[in-house]
Structures are given as C-alpha cells and as structure tokens.
C-alpha cells in the first residue's frame, strides 16, 4: 500500500532528513519504489525517485542534503504500472513546474492517460499518480487558481485516494482525501499532511483527521480545510493525540491480526482494480488453458488457498488443476513433470524455501512457473515466468489472513477468465466482506468464551468449502495453540466420528449447494453429543438442525468460501485472546519460513 507525507515549513532549511525519516515510518505499509520532492526559495522543483528501499535510494540520490520549503515524499506499492524508476512518484505536470504524488487507486488511469496525451501533456508514466498531476494541470490550462483546479481534478479521478500537490511560485501544498487515508498535523514553523497517523506522530501530536471529499491546503503558518464538493471552509480544530507509534500503526486495533482482517474489504477492491488493469493477466490466463498437467502450490495458508483455486477451476473453466503442498509436489509430480506443464507457486511472503526449491525442481524439469505472491520484489517474484501480485501491503500479523482472501480472489478472476467469463460476479465481494465482518463481529465475540475451554475442535467442509474448513483449522491452532482439525465433511464418518463425545466442538462450513449434506454431517455428530455450530447463509434448514449458526450475507456461490472464512478468522482471533496468547506472534512460528 502506498503512502504519502508533505510539510510546508515558514523557513528554508534541509527537509532530505525529515522526508526520510517519514518515509521510513511509512515504510511498515510495504513498498517497492521511493521518490522525494523539494521547492526551494528559488522555485525550483528538485525530484529525485527510484526504485528500492529508503535507505538506499535516499543514500544513492543524496535526498539528505535536500533543501526547501517545502517537501513531499511517496513510497509506491506498484498497482498501476510495474516497479520502475519513471511509475516511481511523485510525478511532475507537463513543464515541470508542478509536482504531486498519491495513495489509492486511479481506476480510470487507462482513460485519462489517453486523454492527456491527446490533450499535448507530457505523460512519462503508466503509474495513476501521474494522473492526479496531470489532471490538476488540465484545469491550470483551463485558467483556474491551483485551488480550483485540485477540486476541479478530483472530479474527473475515479476510485479511492488520496494526493498531494504543490507548485512552484506559491507557498502552499495542497492535498486532497478521496477515500484513501489522510491525516494533517500542525508544529512549530510547520505544517505537515500524510497517509496515516504514525507517519506524523514523532513530529507533531497537534492533528486535524480529514474526511473523504475534504481537501487540505498548508502553509507553514496554518492549514485551511475546505470541502471539495464546493470550496467551502471547514471548521475543525486540531486535536492533542495520545497514540503511542505501535498503537497508531495498528490503527485503533489492538492488533494487528484484527487489523489486518478488516481491511479484506479495502485489499480486495485493490485486487481487482489491479486485476482488471494488468496486462499481465491474459499471458497468465493463457498459460492456465493450455497447461498439459496444472498444478497449485503451496505450504499452510497459501497451499489452502491453492485448494479452493483448484475447485475453481474446474467448475468454471473445466480444467483440472492439482493444488498440493511444495514439498510433496517436488517428491510425488516433479519426477513426472515436463514441458507443457505449468505450476502456480503461492504465497504471502514470496520466499518460503519450500516453495521456492519446489519452484526451482518444476524449471528444471522445463514446466513454466507462474507466481502469485503478495510481497513485491520477492524471491518468487524474480523468479517466475508470469507473476501477479495480491495487492495486500503489507501483513504484519503471523497468521495470514487478508493475504488468504486475495489469494482466492485472484484463483477465482483466473478462473473465470479462463472459463471466457468477466468478473462481474467479484464486483459484490468488497461490500459483502464488509458485511460479513459486521454481521458476525457480535455473535463471534459470544461464541468464543464458550470455546475457549476446549483443546480439541474439528472444522468442516464440502466441495467449495473445503479449503475453508482446513484454513479455519489451521488459524486456530496457529492462534490458539489448541488442537483443531479441518477436514471435508464427508470424511468426519469414517474414524474421527470415535471422538465425538458430549458438548464435542464442530465447526460446519456451508456453501448454499450443500445445505442437505451438510445438514446429514450435522445431525450424524449432533446425535452423538457433538456441540455443533454452521457458519452459512441463512437457511431454515441448517437452523433446525445445528446448534448454532453464524450468518453470512446472501451472495454467490463462487463467493461464498471467500465469506465463510471471515467468521473463523474473527473466531480464531477472539479465542487467542481470550486464552492470553497474543495472536500476532504466536509462539514458535516466523512470518517467513527461508528454512527446510
Ligand atoms: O509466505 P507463505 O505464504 O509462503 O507462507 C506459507 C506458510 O508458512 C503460511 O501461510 C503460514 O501457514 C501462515 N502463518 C498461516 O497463517
């Protein structure tokens, strides 16, 4: 995820070292590529960008000794546009006099870019923060004062972001709130603006939260707040703030995992406007339908993912793909692997040694490797023929959980591109997760102290459920440090039935299509004393039959795995806390697995 930082200062002096140092904050948000920005007394634009880390691109670009008045800095998380040095921001207008940087999405990028060149602008980029630029200078050609033009602009930009702009012979930065983060904050001799809290805290606790479609215009002096809508004047005085760092970072959450989980709504979106965007989507997509023998693979939640992606794609696009853990495809395919073949390689990190060896054995054998992964510049990401990224940021917490949601939403758009269909059917998924989280919050925090107790649970599912029962389980032991085992449904009769004892714990995880089989799972444990509890759409017959019943909005049946995680993520949280674990660093477990 993007992010950005500006400070307008009352007198000139070196901001390289403060621009860095807000970089670095920004930098927990994960990024590929960094840029910086100064206006000196002299009016000059001075930009210096690159792709890399801050460090080493303020180190191998001199931004230290960077002087102005005032300043801006963007680290980029690449979604339109690849890693490079020319989509790196900010970005600067036409003649150089004005320059902008952004967080968010520009969804009609592709458009706009047209029209600006048909326009004569000098567009140098694919990146959508260009167009934030450009399409202020639109509105500057036009005639319009700066502050017109910003509003101005932000009609013709569609999607979720945030900006920042300044040019040169004014005093001011301007930025603008369009569903992205912003927060400005007001110090001595300065004023500042930026994605987030934590990126302003060591400089300032004096703060002004910003609303969607208000805009901010700073001087040294002061800030104003307008309304984008109109220009009108906004009355909000600056609040004192108490946040710690740590605590700001996790955004109100007392952790990072139940950060992490609710912003699935906001990735999710952020996935698909980059899936719809990528170029290189079809070149995956055709890989897919002329793969002799197709594999998934993964380990843990990854392989999870790969599981459902396999159902996907057979029901979709009629293609058999074997999703399986990397290891055990290195031993039990790669001896019969050969060209033609193809393997998909998943994962959040992008350099899990099992992973990567499994990688390395499928290109020996001469199968093309496709990679999905969520961290840019990964390992798996060098190494792939084709790679897609899962658009996440960054996911601090052990257990993986918006990384899992991404990673089915991107099997389930391949699958339907695949299968020659659009994805209109995904376009529901952000507001139906959103959804999700609120209608489960409440009856998950009930559930969970009346499981707490227990050490043993089992989780399970059917056909599209599947992959979702076993990532259920897996994010309770992860968290939970108890023993729980997801399974498919139909399985439970054939040994772990033995178990079942009185007020035995299990969780059923049902698609709309399965409702009669798993209502025969239900009563076949329930009769036996099992405490059973479905996680499902509304439905009379699960509620006749189960104990208890967590709800899922109505939606699609494609889209109904991705929903029914939700509820055992939240759950898996909520009985780590409660057994004092601390759910983003459960014992013994790495985020990043680089060993055997
Ligand atoms: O980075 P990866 O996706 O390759 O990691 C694979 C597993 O180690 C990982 O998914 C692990 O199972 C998670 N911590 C589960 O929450």
């Known amino acids: 995820m993007c992010g950005i930082f500006g400070i307008v200062t009352e007198r000139e002096q070196e901001l390289g070292p403060i621009l860095i140092e807000a970089g670095k904050r920004l930098s927990y948000r994960g990024y590929d590529s960094v840029g910086f920005a100064t206006m000196d007394a002299s009016q000059t634009v001075d930009l210096r960008k690159d792709v890399g880390k801050v460090g080493d691109v303020a180190g191998g670009h001199g931004v230290a000794g960077m002087k102005g008045l005032r300043g801006m800095t963007q680290l980029r998380w690449a979604t339109f546009g690849a890693p490079s040095q020319?989509?790196?921001?900010?970005?600067?207008?036409?003649?150089?006099?004005?320059?902008?940087?952004?967080?968010?999405?520009?969804?009609?990028?592709?458009?706009?870019?047209?029209?600006?060149?048909?326009?004569?602008m000098a567009v140098r980029s694919t990146n959508d923060g260009e167009s934030c630029v450009h399409a202020v200078e639109r509105y500057l050609r036009e005639g319009l004062g700066t502050q017109e033009a910003v509003r101005r602009a932000c009609a013709d930009l569609e999607g979720d972001y945030a900006f920042v702009i300044g040019r040169k012979n004014e005093d001011c930065l301007y930025a603008v709130k369009m569903g992205s983060g912003l927060v400005a904050g007001l110090g001595d001799g300065f004023t500042c603006v930026g994605s987030d809290l934590p990126c302003l805290l060591?400089?300032?606790?004096?703060?002004?939260?910003?609303?969607?479609g208000e805009m901010v215009i700073l001087r040294g002096g002061g800030i104003e707040v307008r309304r984008i809508a109109d220009g009108t004047l906004v009355d909000r005085p600056a609040q004192d703030v108490e946040?710690?760092?740590?605590?700001?970072?996790?955004?109100?959450?007392?952790?990072?995992?139940?950060?992490?989980?609710?912003?699935?709504?906001?990735?999710?979106?952020?996935?698909?406007?980059?899936?719809?965007?990528?170029?290189?989507?079809?070149?995956?997509?055709?890989?897919?339908?002329?793969?002799?023998?197709?594999?998934?693979?993964?380990?843990?939640?990854?392989?999870?993912?790969?599981?459902?992606?396999?159902?996907?794609?057979?029901?979709?696009?009629?293609?058999?793909?074997?999703?399986?853990?990397?290891?055990?495809?290195?031993?039990?395919?790669?001896?019969?692997?050969?060209?033609?073949?193809?393997?998909?390689?998943?994962?959040?990190s992008g350099e899990t040694k099992d992973v990567l060896g499994a990688l390395e054995a499928a290109r020996a054998k001469g199968?093309?490797?496709?990679?999905?992964?969520?961290?840019?510049?990964?390992?798996?990401?060098?190494?792939?023929?084709?790679?897609?990224?899962?658009a996440c940021g960054f996911e601090i917490s052990v257990p993986a959980t918006k990384t899992f949601t991404n990673q089915c939403v991107a099997f389930l758009a391949l699958a339907l591109r695949a299968a020659g269909k659009d994805l209109t059917v995904l376009d529901a998924l952000p507001s139906l997760i959103e959804a999700t989280l609120g209608a489960v919050d409440g009856p998950v925090k009930e559930l969970a102290p009346?499981?707490?107790?227990?050490?043993?649970?089992?989780?399970?599912?059917?056909?599209?459920?599947?992959?979702?029962?076993?990532?259920?389980?897996?994010?309770i032991k992860e968290v939970t440090y108890t023993h729980c085992e997801g399974m498919l449904s139909t399985e439970f009769k054939h040994g772990p039935l033995s178990a079942v004892d009185e007020g035995f714990p299990i969780l059923f995880v049902a698609g709309p299509e399965d409702v009669p089989l798993m209502v025969s799972g239900i009563n076949e444990t329930a009769c036996r004393g099992a405490r059973t509890v479905v996680i499902a759409q509304e439905d009379p017959r699960l509620r006749a039959n189960a104990r208890g019943v967590l709800v899922l909005p109505p939606s699609d049946p494609l889209l109904a795995p991705i929903l029914g995680v939700i509820p055992l993520q939240l759950l898996s949280y909520r009985l780590s806390v409660a057994r004092g674990h601390d759910p983003d660093f459960p014992r013994n477990l790495s985020k990043t697995l680089t060993v055997d």
């Open 86 to 120: 020319a989509n790196a921001q900010p970005h600067l207008d036409s003649t150089g006099d004005m320059v902008g940087a952004h967080n968010g999405n520009v969804v009609n990028n592709a458009e706009l870019r047209a029209q600006f060149m048909a326009e004569g």
């Open 202 to 212: 060591p400089l300032t606790r004096k703060i002004v939260r910003l609303r969607d």
């Open 243 to 348: 946040e710690t760092m740590e605590a700001a970072q996790k955004g109100g959450y007392p952790h990072f995992m139940l950060k992490e989980i609710h912003e699935q709504p906001k990735v999710a979106q952020d996935l698909l406007h980059l899936l719809g965007a990528s170029k290189h989507m079809k070149r995956f997509v055709d890989r897919l339908k002329g793969a002799r023998n197709l594999y998934f693979v993964g380990c843990g939640t990854s392989y999870h993912a790969c599981v459902l992606g396999s159902v996907y794609m057979a029901r979709l696009a009629g293609k058999a793909a074997v999703p399986v853990l990397a290891p055990q495809f290195t031993a039990q395919y790669v001896p019969a692997l050969g060209p033609g073949d193809v393997g998909v390689f998943v994962s959040q």
């Open 367 to 390: 199968a093309t490797v496709l990679g999905l992964a969520n961290v840019l510049g990964s390992s798996l990401m060098h190494a792939s023929d084709v790679y897609l990224p899962l």
């Open 450 to 475: 009346t499981l707490a107790g227990r050490n043993d649970l089992y989780c399970l599912g059917y056909g599209l459920t599947y992959a979702i029962a076993l990532e259920g389980a897996l994010k």
